[in-house]
Every structure is written in C-alpha cells, then in structure tokens.
C-alpha cells in the first residue's frame, strides 16, 4: 500500500511539474523565447509600426509632399493631364493632386481601430511566421486582413472631401467624355475608389517601412519585449 501511495504521489509530481515547463515551452526556431513572448511582442511590434505609420501620413501634407506615397494624377487619363499642361494650365492639374492627396490624409486616421482588431486576432501560427517571414511580412499580414475593412471605412470620407471642391464632378465628366471616343478602353469613373486605393497603397508603404525598422533598427524598438524578441529572432 505504502508503495502504491509513494508511486502514485512520484507520478502525479512528475505530472504537475510537466504541466509548468509546457507553459513556458519553446517553439523551435525561436531562440529561446516562449510562445507568449513572441506573441507579445509581435503584437507590442505592429502596434507600434502602425500607430507610426498612421500618425505619419493624417499630419498635413503627409500624402501630398511625400513623393514615396503621393497620389498621382489618375494614369487611365494621363493624356488629359499632359494636354492641359502643355496649354499652360498645369495649375489646375496640381490644384486637383493636391486636393486628392489632402482628402487621403483626412481620411487615414481612421485605420488605426481597424488594425488594433487584426492584432487581437492573431495567432501563435501568425506570429511565428511573421516572425521568421521576409521584412514586410507583418504588412501582409494586415494587407489580407484588413483591406476590404479599410477600403469600406475610408471611401465615405474620401467622397465626402471630394465632393466638398467638386473633384467627383469634374473627374466624372473627363472620364465620361472620353469613354463616349470610339474603339477606346473605358476608364474607371469612381475617383473616390481611386483615391481611396491609394491611400491604403500609401498606408502599407509607410507601414512596410516602419516594419523594417523595427526588425533591422535596435533604436526603433522601444520596449523590452520588443529588443528581446528582435534581437533574439535574428540571430
């Protein structure tokens, strides 16, 4: 009897104590870190990218004077641009680049509650291949996460600025002008959808960049969880 208790008390040991070294196992590949630890700090990580990423573009000029991220004159009618300039009317085109790129910047604020959910979502399968996956694999990860969200959350408010200088009007009737020429390709007449393409395209650039940083830059880490992730997963 005595021995059957001794046994039974030995197994049940060695069970518990299993049971606390599983919760702080090791994923292979990690360097050391725990599942909890790189979860943590991924998340600590696209917090921070993209809080900077955001904060950088809504600031006044962020899309407009950033040529990595300005939005262009629409290219389907860059003829209309290149015929106005050469009749010296080039103001007009950069009057209406400007206000393209003004209304994204108004615009992009609102990713940063859309983000924080896709954060919340992610999983230990998530984080170890953003982890172990290229310099821009957390923007994809919000790129397949988040783009269709964004694209409903922007539009609005890119319509409603648009409509404020009467853009909408003006591209609707170039477009719609020259879809009625004969044997040409039909252009697409949504300016909001434009623009607003172009402003998460800008997004995930600033985004992709911050990213970068964060993996290749020691300085850009500025939390404890995040210099022991990084530090340790590019070993």
């Avoid at 059957?4 to 040991?13: M, P």
């Amino acid at each position: 009897m005595k021995k059957a208790v001794f046994f039974l008390t030995l197994t049940l040991t060695i069970f518990f104590t299993q049971c606390d070294v599983l919760k702080e196992v090791q994923i292979p590949g990690s360097s050391g870190l725990t599942k909890d630890e790189i979860v943590r700090g991924l998340k600590e990580a696209l917090k921070t990218g993209t809080t900077n990423a955001i904060k950088t573009l809504a600031k006044e000029n962020g899309f407009y004077l950033d040529e990595t991220v300005k939005i262009p004159f629409p290219q389907q009618v860059d003829y209309v641009e290149k015929k106005l300039r050469a009749l010296g009317l080039g103001s007009l085109i950069d009057n209406f680049v400007e206000r393209m790129n003004h209304a994204a910047e108004q615009a992009v604020s609102k990713a940063g509650p859309i983000f924080y959910d896709a954060i919340t979502q992610m999983t230990i399968t998530d984080a170890l291949d953003i982890l172990h996956g290229a310099d821009d694999a957390a923007t994809q990860y919000f790129r397949e996460k988040t783009y269709p969200q964004l694209v409903e959350t922007f539009k609005p408010d890119i319509t409603r600025v648009l409509n404020q200088v009467h853009l909408a009007e003006y591209w609707d009737k170039v477009t719609k002008a020259y879809n009625k020429i004969p044997f040409t390709k039909k252009v697409e007449e949504d300016l909001p959808q434009y623009v607003t393409e172009k402003t998460i395209d800008g997004l995930f650039v600033k985004l992709a960049r911050e990213e970068k940083l964060i993996r290749t830059d020691p300085e850009a880490r500025v939390t404890d969880i995040l210099k022991k992730v990084f530090a340790q997963a590019g070993q």
